[in-house]
C-alpha cells in the first residue's frame, strides 16, 4: 500500500502536510494518521493541533475519510482546548496515470460543526469543499497539483517529491484566497519537509511551513506518523 520502495506510485494515500496526492487505499484497508502542528503569531499567540485521519479503502481507487481534530488554543491570559469541527469526506481517482497524462482525482469533504464556535474551536457552521487532484511522475521525480473551492475560500497547491531509498523528500507551495480566485493576494506558504519508511505499513514525517504572505503563522511544524490496517 504505501510503501516507496515495493509499490507503484498512486497507490499511496499519504497525508502529507498540505497537497494531496491522486493515490488511494486499496480495498478493505484501513489507513491511520496521527499527526499535529504547532503555530505560534506571536509570543503569546500561538495554536496546537493534534489530528487523527481515518481513511478506508471501499471500493478500488475509492476512499472515504474522517478527520478529527483536537486543539489547543492560547491567546495572552486565554487558553481553551477541546475537540473541532469534523471532516467526513471521499475520494475517488477516476483517471490512471498514462504516458504524458497524469492521475486525476477528486476528494470531496463536508464540516460538521462540533467544535465550540465562541471558544473558537469551531466554525459555527457546516462547510464543504471540493479538491481537484493531478498527480504525475517523471523518473524519480514527482509532482502534485491541487485546485480546491469551498463555501468561502478557494485553494491552490503544488508539492515536489524526491524518494531516495527509505526517504522522500517534498517542498510544498499552497495558499488560499477569497472563493473562486477572485482575490489572489490570499495568504500562502512553503513547506519543506521528509517522509520516512519505517516499515512497509508505517511512515514517519515531519516539516516545518513559513510563511510567504498573508494573516498565517510565520512558522508552523508538523510531525505525524501513518500507518496501515490489512
Known sequence: MITFLLTPPFTWAIHIQGV???GTVLTKEIEIELGGHYERWQRDESQTTMQLVFTCGLQKRVNGLLEVPYLRLRQGES?????????????????????????????????????????????????????????????KPETHLNLGFGKDFSSYGFSLWYPQDRFAFIAELRGECSSWFEDLTGSSGLLFGT????????????????????????????????????
Open 20 to 22: 494531496e496526492d491522486a
Open 79 to 139: 487558553k481553551n482546548a477541546g475537540f473541532g469541527d469534523l471532516n467526513i469526506g471521499i475520494k475517488y481517482r477516476f483517471l490512471e496515470e498514462r504516458n504524458v497524462a497524469p492521475a486525476i482525482a477528486l476528494k470531496a469533504l463536508g464540516t460538521l460543526p462540533v467544535g465550540d464556535e465562541s471558544s473558537g474551536l469551531g466554525a459555527g457552521e457546516a462547510g464543504y469543499g471540493l479538491t481537484a487532484v493531478a498527480s504525475k511522475t517523471w523518473g
Open 195 to 230: 517522509v520516512y519508511e519505517l516499515t512497509s505499513d508505517v511512515l514517519l514525517d515531519l516539516g516545518i511551513n513559513w510563511r510567504l504572505r498573508g494573516k498565517i503563522a510565520k512558522q508552523t511544524f508538523f510531525l505525524g506518523c501513518t500507518f496501515t490496517i490489512r
